[in-house]
């Protein structure tokens, strides 16, 4: 797609109309731009980005959206010059602020870092140096970028500060990045990026380690200052509705190559391209249905009376953590669990729900039996699990939400998957090996990845692996930890329906934790919400999802962002045009 | 599920490894080490060195311990004065370099590797220990360690040497019981990364037996850290070899090692500099080519590298 029609297309939005009044120019315009990869063994090429087109206006959002491997973030990369060593960059056009990017030197794309373009990363820990403080490191910017003396730094870092809605930016500035939360170190990141009063900023999936309460704050925050400053945004994400709430323009990118661009309303309500339909179509979502506030009168109520046993009861589970203090005895108490109760029946599914910290995965640890409660009391199948002999008969697995740590990389696949039934008698290492085989083909991997390793395999694949290996043993009780957030959104609609697959083929009843309410509510059949270690609500799903009585579960499910461009809380937007009604219904 | 049906056998080998039968161990490992260009030139340079020493008995070479007080500082043979009958030349009591290089290569690469291997053995076992059941017995055992950090070391050696006497066997337990922390902190410190790792986690929800959870997900796992620094320690090893010999711990003449060579031409450094210049060579040569060749291991043994 050109930019032309593009630019019509757009006209309507109001973002544009604030724009024509500025300086409607255009910040980034690739045409044709590709990327390279020489093998450092020798290879043949490979050519990982393609043919993409982009234009980048001041105060527009533009999205840069596919699945990993998609070549979106060698893209962004490509704009600041970090492409890695053996990678080389070509295009017809590759203009960032009027400069040619295709000609410059190394001091060259110095000045052009920071000063013409700034940057946000996904992880606002690893971002920020942890030795320096926050001031050092925004005052770091304004000093080489634009010569500020000392004086002019402090009270510039204080008001970029001030601006990124940070509390007491003065004494923020003697803080170092630890002592921050995980929102806060994302506004000085992108109070980093400001600093150097950059034409174009490139957010590489700013929010997604992020609790969704804070990411609709941060993306609010990027909008904003983005519109004020006039700046342009290229944003990379995997998220849909991120891209509906902030995009103005959206480019779709498949295995290095633009599948569709258009404009974001449009894109939503008549995707072209087959990819962008099966994108959309995956997502993950809660029924319109479900979320109306009329459901508070109509709801049958709950089915207390359940006549299935409980298979999982926890009484009053507690869990301290102690952190020994320098030169004191007395150890701090945390506490992380603050007397949970709840059951679950068998063969149901009980989602646990909770921002970061909430305990989740405490909790999960403490049913595995990876960690021990500091009071309270769990019984599966009425039968006390603090007694070790009832542990070691309790058939309860855990899948990890890391499919890249959670296999031993120096085992084969065939190993690992048996391993927990070599532990027990009688099995010959041919019956393994057999078995092994048959695991594989249950969670719809080919007999021929049994002797491959973890690394061979795709993050998808290494979840069915590891959901191989906790089935190996006939669990009745399968504990999973955030399964799916690590993994690409069409695999996540995969692994999420072969979990329900198996929960119906095994009877299995399933604890199944995630920060992504969506897949929770896809999944589970009712719901614990936690909040700072204790539980606010509980109940069938639809329930807490249509008639929240807890205000922190109304405000986790205000906090999800709506998969319609024309409900953006961010960006004033005109009615959907007809049509989008009919696609979101999907 | 009705299709998988969990088989009960009754066989009794029941901790027989699920491993696929491979064609041929020993043969894709030395062809893999092949391939390497490094991994060619270190084993290559090592097995020089090792078929050397061991046949330095089936070589011409002259007596290493005979003197010739006529031939003192002779030089190496393509220098003025040089002979054909003392390639490497002599040194201050007129004995041949070359000879006195291949036979002091035995108790010098002995001790290296010896002397690794007991510490290296001693120092894993404490720190995989120490990191697993860390609590109160970690404390001491890495207090314990502190402390042997904190003694020279070189004061430390010669006490025990005092007591252990001098020769070939007390000098590798002398070396032994002042290196082995270095293996002790660096294990510790890999098993406390690995055994938070959510593989770990997830064979202890298995109930994997701990042996098994050591031998299979542990070791396994910290072991190319501790590849790395023990090709390291041999170099070092050999150099305390040869202080201690020169301190008159150690090997005595008539028994050769390269750190008597380089003390003796310490002091011949300006005027016959090959009589310290050599052994160096071949201490430098040793190492270097065990270094490649740990390397190339490290590398093998991580099935992540292709």
């Not at chain 1, 891209?243 to 661009?261: F, W």
């Amino acid at each position: 797609m050109t930019a032309a029609p593009s630019l019509a297309d757009a006209a309507n939005a109001p973002s544009l109309a604030v724009l024509q009044t500025r300086r409607a120019d255009t910040v980034l315009r690739y045409r044709n731009a590709g990327v390279t990869l020489q093998p450092l063994d020798g290879g043949e090429p490979l050519r990982l980005v393609r043919g993409v087109d982009l234009e980048v206006q001041r105060s527009q959002v533009v999205a840069l959206v596919g699945e990993s491997g998609s070549g979106k973030t060698l893209t962004a990369l490509s704009v600041l010059g970090l492409l890695p060593g053996n990678a080389r960059f070509s295009a017809d056009e590759a203009l960032l602020n009027g400069r040619d990017l295709r000609q410059l030197g190394k001091a060259e794309w110095r000045r052009l870092r920071g000063a013409d373009v700034g940057m946000v990363f996904q992880e606002p820990l690893s971002s920020l140096n942890p030795v320096l403080t926050i001031g050092d490191q925004i005052e770091e910017v304004l000093y080489y970028k634009r010569q500020l003396t000392r004086r002019q730094r402090r009270a510039e870092a204080i008001d970029l500060l001030a601006r990124m809605g940070l509390p007491r930016p003065a004494q923020l500035l003697q803080d170092y990045p630890f002592q921050l939360s995980g929102g806060m170190r994302q506004r000085v990141m992108l109070a980093i990026a400001m600093a150097g009063e950059p034409a174009l900023l490139i957010a590489d999936e700013p929010t997604t380690a992020l609790d969704n309460t804070v990411q609709a704050q941060v993306l609010e925050l990027m909008v904003r200052t983005a519109e004020q400053s006039d700046v342009g945004v290229l944003l990379i994400t995997h998220d849909l509705s991120v891209v509906a709430q902030v995009a103005d323009q959206v480019h779709v990118m498949r295995l290095g190559e633009m599948v569709e661009s258009a404009p974001v309303q449009q894109l939503f309500a008549r995707p072209q391209a087959a990819y962008t339909r099966q994108l959309l179509a995956l997502a993950p979502r809660i029924p319109a249905v479900v979320r109306q506030p009329l459901a508070e009168a109509g709801l049958p109520a709950p089915q207390a009376a359940q006549q299935a046993p409980a298979i999982l009861q926890l009484d009053a589970v507690s869990k301290y953590y102690q952190q020994p203090r320098a030169w004191h005895f007395k150890a701090h108490k945390h506490l992380a669990l603050d007397q949970v109760s709840f059951s679950l029946q068998r063969g149901r599914t009980l989602g646990l729900v909770g921002e970061s910290g909430s305990g989740k995965s405490s909790l999960a640890r403490i049913i595995a039996g990876l960690a021990q409660a500091d009071g309270g009391q769990l019984r599966f199948e009425g039968a006390d699990l603090s007694d070790p002999a009832v542990r070691a008969g309790a058939s309860i697995q855990m899948v990890f939400q890391d499919p890249y740590a959670s296999l031993n990389p120096r085992m084969r696949i065939g190993q690992l998957i048996t391993e927990p039934l070599a532990e027990q008698p009688g099995w010959t290492a041919a019956q393994l090996r057999a078995q092994a085989a048959r695991l594989l083909e249950m969670v719809g991997l080919p007999a021929s990845a049994l002797d491959r390793f973890a690394h061979e395999l795709s993050g998808g694949q290494r979840q069915r692996v590891c959901i191989a290996r906790a089935l190996s043993v006939k669990p009745q009780l399968l504990v999973c930890d955030e399964p799916v957030s690590a993994l690409d959104v069409s695999v996540q609609a995969e692994i999420l329906a072969l979990l329900q697959r198996l929960k119906k083929d095994l009877q299995l009843s399933m604890v199944f934790i995630a920060h992504g309410l969506e897949s929770v509510y896809a999944i589970s059949d009712d719901i614990v919400v936690l909040e700072k270690g204790r539980v606010v609500e509980a109940g069938p799903r639809d329930q807490i999802f249509g008639a929240p009585r807890h205000a922190y579960t109304r405000s986790l499910l205000d906090a999800m962002l709506d998969i319609d461009p024309a409900r953006s809380r961010f960006k004033a937007r005109p009615a959907a045009p007809a049509g989008a009604a009919l696609a979101r219904v999907a | 599920m009705s299709g998988v049906v969990l088989n009960t056998g009754t066989a009794l080998q029941a901790d027989a490894p699920a491993v696929a039968a491979q064609p041929s161990r020993l043969r894709h490992f030395l062809r893999a080490l092949w391939r390497s260009r490094s991994g060619r030139f270190g084993a290559l340079l090592l097995l020089l060195i090792l078929l050397a020493t061991l046949g330095a008995d089936l070589l011409p070479l002259a007596d290493p311990v005979k003197r010739h007080l006529s031939l003192r500082y002779l030089p190496p043979v393509w220098l003025d004065k040089g002979q054909w009958a003392y390639p490497l030349g002599t040194d201050g009591q007129g004995r041949d370099m070359l000879a006195r290089i291949i036979y002091g290569a035995r108790s010098s690469v002995m001790v290296g590797l010896a002397a690794v291997a007991l510490s290296g053995a001693i120092g894993v076992a404490i720190g995989v220990l120490a990191g697993l059941r860390g609590g109160w017995l970690d404390q001491v055992l890495m207090r314990v360690v502190d402390a042997i950090l904190a003694i020279p070391a070189m004061l430390f050696m010669l006490v025990v040497a005092l007591v252990a006497g001098a020769g070939l066997a007390p000098l590798i337990v002398v070396i032994a019981l002042t290196n082995w922390v270095i293996y002790t902190r660096i294990a510790r410190a890999e098993v406390l990364r690995v055994k938070e790792l959510e593989f770990v986690a997830a064979a202890r929800v298995s109930r994997v037996r701990s042996s098994r959870l050591l031998l299979r997900h542990i070791l396994p796992n910290i072991l190319p850290a501790l590849v790395v620094v023990a090709t390291l320690n041999i170099g070092t090893v050999i150099l305390t070899e040869s202080s201690l010999s020169f301190l008159g711990f150690g090997i005595q003449p008539p028994d050769i090692s390269w750190g008597q060579m380089l003390a003796d031409g310490r002091q011949q450094l300006a005027t016959s500099w090959w009589i310290s210049t050599f052994p160096g060579v071949a201490l430098t040569a040793t190492v270097f080519s065990i270094i490649l060749l740990g390397d190339w291991l490290r590398d093998y043994l991580d099935p992540r590298l292709p």
